[in-house]
């Protein structure tokens, strides 16, 4: 069992961890359907400090034998969700990565044609400028 002085202890670390989330939201240094991931974790930890008899009820309801394999369990699920949303975001950036390499090459492609045009221009006109001469 939580003594008070513990449960206030963890309550004043989660609510820094809290405040510094969204001040990291705010000036744009974290995203923020990453801080809902954090955010969310700081509430349910938040909520089982405050009532720390509730660990024990989902504890028993799930059939886990102690609280601490279902702290353990619970772990493990949020890394699992963590690197899912990671691994979805890697995903999405590296499409990202692709399409802009994809279109800088096809840019490139295009100021060298307009740059041969340009040079074969010149060419052109200076042929000309000589036989007028």
Known sequence: ???????????AI???GFVIIIN???KKSLDLRYALI???LIAMILVIVIVPGLLGVITHFLGIYDAMN???FMGFVFL???TFFLTAALSRNSN???ALTQQVALLEKQVRDESVKV???DEASSEDAERRL
């Open 1 to 11: 069992m939580m003594t008070l002085k513990f449960r206030l202890i963890m309550a």
């Open 119 to 121: 040079s074969l221009k």
């Open 38 to 40: 954090w955010l969310a």
């Open 80 to 82: 699992i969700v963590v």
């Open 24 to 26: 990291m939201v705010r």
């Open 14 to 16: 989660l609510l820094i």
């Open 96 to 98: 990202r990565i692709k």
């Open 70 to 72: 279902m702290v353990f």
